[in-house]
T-cell receptor, first 113, second 113 residues
Framework: GENVEQHPSTLSVQEGDSAVIKCTYS??????FPWYKQELGKGPQLIID?????GEKKDQRIAVTLNKTAKHFSLHITETQPEDSAVYFC????????????FGKGTKLSVKP | KAGVTQTPRYLIKTRGQQVTLSCSPISGHRSVSWYQQTPGQGLQFLFEYFSETQRNKGNFPGRFSGRQFSNSRSEMNVSTLELGDSALYLCASSLWQAEGGYTFGSGTRLTVV
């Protein structure tokens, strides 16, 4: 079945630096790749997503890149700020667009002021 | 517009008891998915309901069950609680399917003693 691997599990950066989180997936039918941010005491919140017909998508300081051939996708955060500190999850649908989302194990990002 | 509402926020139950958790999705959303979140296993998919029918199911024992009502509200039930069922249970709603993104509730923190 679908498997999503996420690296690193923890990431510490200085404020203003960039952060990159990488995921790989196994199901070739996956065509939608969202990223979620979870702050303490809250549910995950969708921050950006990309569909399989697009290689890159940007939204202000965050961007996602997708390499369908290699089954990789990555989250890039530039000019990090302390409020970016949270746990980030990547996900991919199992078996196509009507499948449930399979989540990576998460990356705890700490941004030091 | 109101977000996804989960009740109760916290629950403490004794081994062997049963529990029912409730989720009210965003108005107009017809898909409701349930996830179990633990530090060791991360976000694990329980089941998804769409138009009152279970559309997808994860690999959890039959003690875990759910249902969806005609107004899209959903409940999940766990019978014969075990210590290992202690977790944050998250409900997520979407218009039709995972593509387009889930909106998560803040979860129900279940502690089994």
């Amino acid at each position: 079945g679908e498997n999503v691997e996420q690296h690193p599990s923890t990431l510490s950066v200085q404020e203003g630096d960039s952060a990159v989180i990488k995921c790989t997936y196994s199901d070739s039918a996956s065509n939608y790749f969202p990223w979620y941010k979870q702050e303490l005491g809250k549910g995950p919140q969708l921050i950006i997503d990309i569909r399989s017909n697009v290689g890159e998508k940007k939204d202000q300081r965050i961007a996602v890149t997708l390499n369908k051939t290699a089954k990789h996708f990555s989250l890039h955060i530039t000019e990090t700020q302390p409020e970016d500190s949270a746990v980030y999850f990547c996900a991919a649908p199992k078996g196509g667009s009507q499948g449930n989302l399979i989540f990576g194990k998460g990356t705890k990002l700490s941004v030091k002021p | 517009k109101a977000g996804v509402t989960q009740t109760p926020r916290y629950l403490i139950k004794t081994r062997g008891q049963q529990v029912t958790l409730s989720c009210s999705p965003i108005s107009g959303h017809r898909s409701v998915s349930w996830y179990q979140q633990t530090p060791g296993q991360g976000l694990q998919f329980l089941f998804e309901y769409f138009s009152e029918t279970q559309r997808n199911k994860g690999n959890f024992p039959g003690r875990f069950s759910g249902r969806q009502f005609s107004n899209s509200r959903s409940e999940m039930n766990v019978s014969t609680l075990e210590l290992g069922d202690s977790a944050l249970y998250l409900c997520a709603s979407s218009l039709w399917q995972a593509e387009g993104g889930y909106t998560f509730g803040s979860g129900t923190r279940l502690t089994v003693v």
